[in-house]
């Protein structure tokens, strides 16, 4: 089922893995964002993928080198161009994929209410053994030229900090409303809600835990009945 705009948080994904993924979800027509693309993990020590990015960097156009090909330095393009790499980015059909992928570092205020998810598929801790050598993408990057590592570690820090501040809050509330509902007293205006038949009569907590066992104790004795009859 396609929803309007996937999010998915890079964080402590394997950049292949979560590319070959997102790849195939573009193709089918779904709109993907992914954000925190600093975040993403690439296996190999930080000292083999300097080198490989290395050899990359000598691949160009010797007549003319601003013909491509072109080396970004930031993480989102870095991901941004291995889904291209596994897409027919020249045919229309992977030109209008494409158009339906944004890439970020960190998360953009666009994007901080809204629900992120992660993809089992490429989670580096299932798919990656513990004593692997792993690189974080934004190191990479930083070695490679990023210039803006710091910056959105920075904000990204804040943004941390506020999301920790209003969950905090937000469980006081639920706290505070359900010792309202427990200590609540309607005695006063009981008669008005009878009359106008906005009245429930409250249940006791141990009625209601009853309620519920009695409720699972018939779910789990359903089967039998039904084999009995057969």
């Not at 992914?34 to 990015?53: A, F, H």
């Not at 190191?139 to 501040?165: C, D, F, M, P, V």
């Not at 409250?202 to 835990?209: D, I, L, Q, R, S």
Request: glycine content about 6%.
């Amino acid at each position: 089922m396609f929803e309007k705009q996937i999010v998915v948080d890079g964080r402590g994904h394997m950049l292949g893995r979560l590319a070959s993924v997102v790849a195939k979800e573009l193709l089918s027509g779904q709109c993907v964002v992914v954000v925190r693309c600093e975040q993403l993990v690439v296996s190999g020590s930080l000292i083999r993928n300097k080198m490989k990015w290395a050899r990359f960097l000598s691949k160009k156009t010797l007549t003319n080198p601003k013909r491509g090909p072109f080396h970004f330095r930031a993480p989102s393009r870095m991901f941004w161009r291995v889904v291209r790499g596994m897409i027919p980015h020249k045919t229309y059909r992977g030109q209008q994929a494409m158009a339906r992928l944004q890439t970020f570092e960190g998360v953009p205020e666009t994007f901080e209410k809204v629900k992120r998810m992660v993809v089992p598929d490429a989670l580096k801790v299932l798919h990656s053994k513990v004593y692997r050598k792993t690189t974080v993408l934004g190191a990479l990057a930083s070695e490679s030229g990023w210039k803006h590592g710091e910056l959105i570690e920075k904000l990204e820090a804040q943004r941390t900090e506020k999301s920790k501040a209003f969950y905090t809050q937000k469980k006081e509330e639920a706290k505070l409303k359900a010792r309202a509902e427990a200590e609540a007293d309607l005695s006063a205006v009981t008669d008005i809600l009878v009359a106008t038949g906005y009245y429930i009569e409250p249940t006791p907590v141990g009625a209601m835990k009853a309620l519920k066992a009695e409720f699972a104790s018939s779910q789990e004795e359903a089967p039998a009945a039904v084999d009995e009859e057969e």
